[in-house]
């Protein structure tokens, strides 16, 4: 089963949309980060960022021409399904360096990392909470080292989470890590012109 971190199909038919989209995801050996269905400037658009499994660096091993193959056997795979009813583009890209954090299993994987925590109700004194992440603890709370400490946060005190690229120890990133690169292309019945249904 290939992991989906987080998804926003309101509108679509969820099932057959993943199901459509799992077996590409596989395919190319990456997971989903975000699978989004939204409008840009009253376009629609189905937005799949994607990572290598397990790689603790945003981005790393994410290339242009990746995103480019994914997103030409996508918009193949979604025509023949035809879970999409209308004109919409694909958006196939890495998260970028400020990754949103969505569950346990991130704030695991990107341990020693700088990472932002936006908070429900302050903790320390906090309500947003910038450190380097150090897993979880026993009882499942984010650790974070922030200014004032370590703190054990509670995930569902967690309003939403990103990593956060310090420019100044680390230096500039590679190309592959940059921010948030879109391989776009307009997905309807994608052997022909595009036309609303």
Not at 111 to 123: D, I, S, V, Y
Not at 137 to 143: E, H, K, N, Q
Request: charged letters at 30%; a neutral charge.
């Amino acid at each position: 089963m290939v992991i989906i971190a987080h998804e926003k199909l309101h509108g679509l038919d969820r099932e057959r949309v993943v199901a459509t989209v799992e077996p590409v995801l596989r395919a190319h050996g990456v997971e989903a980060v975000e699978l989004v269905w939204r409008t840009d400037r009253g376009e629609r658009v189905l937005e799949l960022t994607v990572e290598r499994p397990d790689s603790r660096v945003p981005g790393a091993g994410v290339t242009i021409e990746l995103c480019s193959d994914i997103s030409h056997d996508l918009s193949a795979a979604l025509d023949v399904a035809d879970v999409i009813g209308e004109r919409y583009r694909l958006e196939v890209g890495s998260p970028g360096l400020d990754r949103a954090l969505y569950g346990a299993r991130d704030y695991e994987r990107f341990a020693g990392q700088l990472a932002r925590l936006k908070l429900r109700e302050p903790e320390g004194g906090q309500s947003v909470v910038r450190g380097t992440l150090h897993g979880l603890d026993g009882a499942g709370r984010v650790l974070i080292d922030s200014e004032r400490g370590e703190l054990a946060i509670e995930l569902e005190n967690i309003d939403n989470g990103r990593l956060v690229f310090d420019w100044r120890s680390g230096g500039a990133p590679q190309k592959p890590k940059g921010s948030k690169r879109r391989i776009s292309g307009h997905a309807q019945k994608s052997g022909g012109p595009q036309r609303s249904r």
